[in-house]
């Protein structure tokens, strides 16, 4: 019997000790089982050793002893020091490298940046980044590679793995389960590893299965003319088909054709019914359309977009409707011609189902969609087809910046002043705008930033450098700009117009039919208050676990009145007296949407009225087919709010109303201008889309705001120079940045006292580029009975290493306190 030794005369050139590369002696390794007692959490990290034998690097994924299992695991960082209380015996080795290379590179340097810069662990960083159980739903599978088996070799391998190898040969494709050898050979993993080493078999992980693959029916035309034996019907329905480029999702014909009768159509072998995937396709079968002709100042962008280089982002300026998306398209076709990837983050995918469209009608199944409202099974399936390399566009909201794309050859942010791309409730607190530059750099891609409205950030940087400000200055066609109205609605008050609706918008929707005109009505989500107050003796009904009032919540007549907190979700029914004084005229004030729509339908019977808010949309589907409902004509009027302001593009709305622009400008954070210029500008810019002028009326109580002056005037400029001039005296973004330490629990002293602690130290040991401001209450001070404080630093210097200096911070929060670091905020409430 020849002793391993020998082997080595025949084996493959045998891998060399690589520990000069990493002279750390542990690994910490992230593995794929439930923490012991607190079972929210799904990885634990745990310390292993490395085997002189096994090449370890960061990222590479594992298979540790856990227990009396071997499990997966993802090796995440080499430390020097054991951490504390762990003795070196009770340490045990990585039983081997399953796969290297399996995610894109610098993957796991872009993980840790954010997590030293969140001033956050890189766990934390690792759950938002990674599908849920991305390990424990997969296989560790051994596949034979016969052409690497010199002929004859077999006979110096070890019995074990002349037995694996045997097993291998004898399944059709030479492939098993890591987990079938281990059952059928004891100590299969040392024949495995030997085989391993030698080329001879490798070793993969394999995606689980789908379960829940999603099938829906699908219709394809096999026809390209209209037979003499169609009746009428079905001429129609061929002629929807051909229109729709040959092939449609099964019940979306029915619809649009008003028929579910097809089977003579099958019959007489014209279309034909199949079952589809739904994740890989509402592709396929969407209508291919061409590139545009660019007008000359979008060839200009293209141009320009072209010969950036890899990390420099650019900003894309173009009004609404000025053929921004168009530009997208065009630069992502030549990534892709060369073998690359593109990633698309847009604010909120599902309410946005027209920007996916488009990008699907030019680049059919190579789009895919990525964000959280997919099940986790879809999220998994996804991802794990992103690491396979083939050049695709993936568009997806804030967390699709983690796309494990290998070749990403650029990143586009639409709408980058948009306040979702940052996360604000969960840890990490990171802005994807601000990934997206690092993530750029690290992969040496461009990064283009578009928006209408530009967030102060985005345009003071590219003013810097002529070549990173690309404009689209006009709309496609030259279509105007629509008009925009400013009405006082003091001065209606005055004239006894006690409406909701101004004299105004009144004669606006009056004649909207019969100009076969569609309207949007947008009711700020903070615009009215929809608190229940006693006309009485002025109680109001407050939640009793906030600091808040209740909202008032009518579905529809007849149904439950019901009232909700916004903040923890406490529901009761609506009384029908005061608690306080007896009272009957216990009343809502406010207007939302619910009421808005109400109005509408009473003052105007003549209007179909759909609503469009969290309470209509909360269903997966639902944002899509209403807005499908309203673009199909099926409804007048659209009633809704923030979730409107986003990339809708309705040839047939002619007219938008806002119905108080008031609730908007008048916020305590120093950003509220900001966002009501951002939100009024893009409300606005619904209107006058297609090929009949639009009109803007925008009601208010404070017409002189400047804010209000500037959305009329579609003065972009003129705003951000006078909001620039005040963040520059303030030193507040973007000029200084901005740490808020949020603090909260259910003891009230606990909380104010860590937050004191912090306080004391940030002022004892930060620099002088350090302002600290507070601590103070939250606005809110009690939220589902925990009570908040925070501290606010400014400062003038550079935050590289906010984690740093931020972390032995947590040492001084008391027990029950928790403590969260929002590194560049977007509020301060
Ligand atoms: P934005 O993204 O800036 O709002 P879009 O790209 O949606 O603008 O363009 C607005 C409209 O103009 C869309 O219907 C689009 O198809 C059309 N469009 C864009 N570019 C061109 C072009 N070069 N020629 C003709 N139509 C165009
Ligand atoms: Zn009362
Ligand atoms: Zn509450």
């Known amino acids: 019997m020849l002793d391993r030794h020998a082997t080595l005369t025949v084996a493959e050139p045998r891998t060399p000790y690589q520990l000069t590369t990493t002279p750390q002696l542990w690994l910490e390794v992230l593995v794929d089982r439930p923490y012991p007692r607190d079972s929210q959490e799904d990885e634990q990290i745990l310390t292993y050793s490395i085997p002189p034998y096994l090449t370890v690097e960061i990222g590479d994924i594992l298979s540790v002893p856990f227990g009396s299992q071997v499990i997966g695991g993802i090796a995440l960082r080499f430390i020097e020091n054991l951490p504390p209380g762990l003795e070196e015996n009770q340490i045990r080795p990585v039983e081997d490298v399953i796969t290297k290379g399996f995610f894109p590179d610098n993957y796991w340097q872009l993980l840790t940046k954010i997590a030293q810069y969140y001033a956050t662990d890189l766990i934390t960083v690792v759950r938002v980044a990674l599908p849920k159980g991305l390990l424990r739903s997969s296989q560790r599978r051994i596949r034979l590679k016969p052409d690497a088996i010199p002929p004859g070799a077999e006979v110096f391998c070890t019995p074990l793995s002349r037995q694996i190898l045997s097993l291998l040969k004898n399944q059709k494709e030479g492939d098993y389960s890591a987990k079938y050898l281990q059952e059928k050979l004891k ?164 309410l946005t189902p027209q920007l996916t469209d488009r990008f699907v009608a030019r680049f059919g199944d190579r789009v895919y969609v990525y964000h959280s409202a997919l099940s986790e099974g879809e999220r998994y399936d996804t991802w794990r087809q992103m690491l396979t390399g083939t050049p695709q566009v993936i568009i997806g909201t804030r967390s699709a910046i983690f796309a494990p794309l290998p070749h990403l050859g650029m990143i586009i942010l639409d709408e980058e002043h948009d306040s979702s791309f940052k996360q604000t409730q969960l840890l990490p607190t990171y802005h994807a705008r601000t990934v997206a530059k690092w993530r750029a750099q690290l992969n040496h891609c461009p990064v283009i930033l578009g928006s209408a409205t530009p967030s102060l950030e985005t345009w003071l940087e590219s003013q810097v450098n002529p070549s990173l400000y690309l404009s689209l200055p006009d709309r496609i066609q030259n279509r105007p700009l629509p008009q925009v109205e400013i009405v006082d609605m003091r001065r209606e008050l005055q004239r006894g117009n006690r409406s909701l609706f101004s004299q105004s918008l009144r004669s606006s929707l009056e004649t909207l039919r019969d100009k076969g005109e569609q309207a949007i009505l947008f009711v700020s989500r903070r615009g009215y208050s929809t608190f229940v107050s006693c006309r009485s003796c002025g109680y109001v009904l407050e939640c009793p676990h906030c600091d808040v009032s209740l909202s008032y919540h009518h579905t529809e007549p007849g149904a439950q009145e019901l009232l909700r907190c916004h903040y923890c979700n406490y529901g009761r029914i609506h009384p029908k007296q005061c608690p306080e004084c007896g009272s009957p005229y216990l009343k809502f004030f406010g207007t939302g949407t619910q009421r808005v729509t109400q109005e509408l339908s009473k003052e105007f019977p003549h209007l179909r009225c759909l609503r469009f808010d969290s309470d209509t949309t909360r269903n997966k589907n639902a944002p899509r087919e209403l807005l499908k409902q309203f673009t199909d004509g099926e409804f007048d009027v659209l009633v809704g709010t923030q979730m409107l302001t986003k990339g809708l593009d309705i040839d047939r709305v002619t007219l938008v109303g806002v119905m108080a622009a008031d609730g908007l400008l008048y916020h305590s954070d120093y950003r509220a201008s900001e966002r009501a210029f951002q939100t009024l500008t893009q409300v606005a810019g619904r209107a006058g889309r297609g090929e009949r002028e639009g009109k803007v009326i925008i009601q208010t109580y404070t017409p002189e705001h400047p804010v209000i002056r500037a959305v009329q005037t579609h003065d972009y400029e003129g705003f951000v120079e006078t909001e620039l001039m005040q963040r520059e005296g303030l030193n507040y973004p973007p000029y200084g940045s901005l740490v808020l330490i949020r603090f909260s629990g259910l003891d009230g002293e606990a909380v104010q006292k860590s937050a004191e602690n912090v306080a004391e130290e940030c002022v004892n040991n930060f620099g002088s580029d350090w302002d600290i401001l507070g601590p103070a209450p939250a606005t809110i001070m009690r939220v589902a009975n925990r009570y908040r404080w925070q501290i606010l630093l400014k400062s003038s210097g550079d935050k590289a290493d906010i984690g740093g200096l931020f972390r032995p911070l947590k040492s001084l929060v008391l027990p029950k306190v928790s403590m969260a670091i929002d590194v560049d905020p977007l509020t301060i409430e």
């Open 187 to 350: 100590n299969a993993n040392y024949g495995i590893r030997d085989l391993v080493k030698r080329g001879w078999v490798e070793s993969y992980l394999e995606a689980p299965k789908s379960t829940n693959i999603k099938l829906k029916k699908a219709i394809t035309l096999l026809i390209t003319d209209f037979p003499a034996d169609l009746t009428e019907n079905q001429r129609k329905i061929v002629e929807i088909l051909r229109h729709q480029g040959g092939e449609m999702w099964l019940p979306e014909l029915a619809q649009l054709a008003g028929t579910k009768h097809f089977k003579p159509l099958i019959d007489k072998g014209y279309v034909v019914i199949e079952d589809r995937e739904f994740l890989r396709l509402s592709s396929a079968i969407m209508s291919r359309d061409q590139p545009k002709t660019l007008t000359s100042s979008q060839k200009q962008a293209l141009e320009a977009i072209q010969t950036l280089k890899g990390g420099e982002s650019a900003l894309l300026h173009g009004v609404t409707g000025s053929g921004k998306t168009e530009v997208y398209l065009q630069v992502i076709a030549p990534v892709l011609a060369a073998g690359k990837s593109a990633l698309v983050l847009v604010p909120e995918i599902g």
